[in-house]
């Protein structure tokens, strides 16, 4: 009956769905679990919200199996309907590796939404030490810093994102020249040149080549760079 009913859920025959799952729902062990989970996404599916939470709240208390993945589909809800309490809590519960990048950005948002900037702080700071390629999630955290006023340590996170030339690095740029700390040493802009040859983007790579060259303060110094660009 499980199979049926998932059949009718991707044909969309949401009626007949429902009364298999709530057929289901009344027996025990895994059927229920399962029939549970599935009227939460049927529900959702159909945009009644209440009803989803409801058996998304029941499948995650039920069965354990798809507990995380119920967490998950609650925190959908609660940010489409602006309970940010309920994101950062049910976000909190999360434990499935797989799920867990999306429960941590949803609780930095609401965080960041309800103005709790200690707690956000402490959530993005883990957060990029966590996934660390999230150049996104680090911009977010110096812009956070720099309306903490820990102008510096913005200033050293920004600086990171544009040396290492990801797509981010633009918005870096123009938040550093808000904090006045644009300047770069030559070493630094060398790592970007290569940081930009790395990534192909030969063009723009040249160009801070150049602005390096013109930098150095003598002929052996412009060897040395030539070299490092070699």
Not at 18 to 42: N, P, Q, T, V, W
Not at 90 to 108: D, F, G
């Amino acid at each position: 009956m499980l199979a049926a009913a998932v059949d009718l859920l991707s044909n969309r025959s949401f009626k007949k769905a429902e009364e298999l799952l709530l057929d289901l729902s009344g027996h025990s062990g895994r059927e229920k679990g399962m029939a549970l989970f599935l009227l939460g996404r049927l529900y959702a599916e159909e945009g009644s919200t209440g009803k989803a939470e409801n058996y998304f709240t029941q499948s995650a208390d039920e069965y354990p199996l798809l507990r995380d993945y119920a967490l998950k589909y609650l925190i959908e809800i609660y940010r489409a309907t602006g309970k940010h309490e309920k994101v950062i809590e049910t976000a909190r519960k999360v434990k499935n590796n797989l799920l867990a990048q999306y429960a941590k950005q949803s609780e930095i948002t609401a965080l960041l939404f309800l103005e709790r900037k200690n707690e956000a702080s402490e959530a993005l700071s883990r957060y990029v030490e966590e996934y660390p390629s999230d150049w996104d999630y680090k911009l977010t955290f110096a812009v956070h810093l720099t309306g903490s006023g820990e102008v510096d340590r913005a200033a050293r996170v920004l600086k990171d994102i544009y040396i290492k030339a990801v797509p981010p690095s633009n918005s870096a740029l123009k938040e550093l020249k808000k904090l006045k700390a644009d300047s770069f040493t030559k070493d630094e802009l060398l790592t970007r040149a290569g940081n930009l040859f790395d990534k192909n983007n030969f063009q723009r790579a040249e160009a801070e080549y150049q602005e390096v060259l013109k930098l150095a303060q003598d002929t052996a110094e412009k060897d040395r760079i030539r070299f490092a660009v070699s």
